[in-house]
C-alpha cells in the first residue's frame, strides 16, 4: 500500500494506451484468477473491487461504511461486470467493466488531483507508475 497523488489524465492516459491497457488488464485478470480457471468467481473479483476503492473513499476522504452495506454494494458491481449472467466473470467481461469505472472514475474527478492509498499491483497503483516513468524520461 502506498499513497498516491492520481489526476484524471493519469487513468485516461493509462486507457487510451490500449497495448499497454491490454497487457495490464490481463497481468491483473491473471493475478485475481486464485484457481487459475481462466474465470473470475465473485470472492476472486472482490479483491479487485476492494482495490478500487470504489466505496471506502470519496475524494481522497475515508468516510465510515456499514459492512452490511458495502456487501451489497459489492454483489450489485459483481452484476455489473458478469454481462452475461453466468455468475463468473471472464476476460472480456473484465476489461470492459474495468475499463467503464476507470472513464467513470477519471470523470468523477475533474482536474483536481486526488490522494489515494494504492495497493500494489492495482491497475490504478499501474496507472500511477507508467505516469511517472513517463515524466522522468
Ligand atoms: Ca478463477
Ligand atoms: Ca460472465
Redesign the pocket.
Known sequence: MSVEVLDSATIVNFIEDEEAFDVSIHDRFVCL?????????YV?LLKELQSLRVLETHFGVDVETDPEEVARVYETLFVQFDHDSNGVVDLEEFKSETKRMMVAMANGMGFLPVQMVLEEGSLLKVAVERESTKLAA
Not at 484468477?33 to 468467481?41: F, K, N, R, T, V
Open positions: 484468477d486464485a484457481d487459475h480457471d481462466g474465470l473470475l468467481s476472486e
